[in-house]
């Protein structure tokens, strides 16, 4: 697997290449923010071999309609674009479509705007890729058999929020030929945002042993962002590196 951690700013791109981590999420928020990181020449402080993915804005109000073609989508294209300008091929982005929350009329209107979403990642060369909030594997499932060519990135701390068991080990077993990428942090449990801790792994109460061992059963071998803050990223990749090394030969 290839590891790597959060690009907020300059420091983190040096940090993470420093540290031999590689790859670097960065982060797309609104405004001017993908023009920000063309003008400060990202691409151009990259090492050869450092991979650069990204992470797309919020989405806003899950339930507003107008707010998601007028506000959401003429956004995401902007970053598909600014993404595309900067060399990057993979973009994950925020939509949610939990039942639970989110009103069916809205969720029809978002698989729309999902389709147009992955015509101008396919027009700009860029990958789309959704990523799960609270959204089991039968919802992701719903969504991936209207919109085939969806991508799935798997944020395993989410998976732990608003659920008996995660819903990694679904997403894994249902959805594993649509993962392309993968999130890790830790958290306790909960029932909202305001428990996404993305604590430091090992430091909550996702089963991470089983979590990879189920990932790597499934085959997958790709791209991981540890979540975190800049000060656990180190010990928290080896941690994750010693499961995945126990995982693989085990004794």
Not at 154 to 174: K, M, P, R
């Amino acid at each position: 697997m290839l590891y790597g951690g959060h690009v907020k700013d300059l420091e983190d791109l040096e940090f993470l290449q420093n540290q031999g981590f590689e790859l670097g999420e960065v982060i797309f928020g609104a405004g001017r923010n993908g023009r920000r990181w063309i003008e400060l020449g990202i691409r151009e402080r990259c090492r050869p071999g450092f991979l650069l993915i990204a992470h797309g804005p919020r989405e806003g109000p899950p339930n507003d309609i107008p707010h998601l073609w007028n506000g959401y989508c003429v956004e995401i294209e902007t970053t598909i674009q600014e993404v595309a300008e900067l060399g990057i091929a993979f973009l994950t982005i925020h939509l949610w479509m939990d039942p639970r929350f989110v009103k069916s009329e809205v969720r029809e209107e978002k698989t729309k705007a999902l389709k147009e979403i992955l015509r101008i990642g396919r027009r700009n060369g860029v990958v789309v890729s959704l990523e799960n909030l609270s959204e089991s594997a039968a919802n992701l499932l719903s969504v991936l058999e209207a919109v085939p060519d969806l991508a799935v990135t798997l944020d395993v701390g989410h998976g732990q929020l608003l659920a008996n068991e995660n819903t990694s080990f679904g997403i894994i077993q249902d959805l594993s030929s649509a993962i392309r990428h993968v999130h890790l942090h830790d958290n306790r449990g909960g029932s909202g945002v305001k428990d996404d801790l993305h604590l430091p792994i090992g430091k909550g109460i996702v089963d991470f042993p089983a979590i990879l061992g189920a990932l790597l059963l499934s085959g997958y071998d790709g791209t991981v962002t540890l979540e975190l803050d800049r000060a656990d990223l180190i010990p928290s990749r080896n941690e994750v590196v010693r499961m995945v090394k126990s995982i693989e030969r085990p004794t």
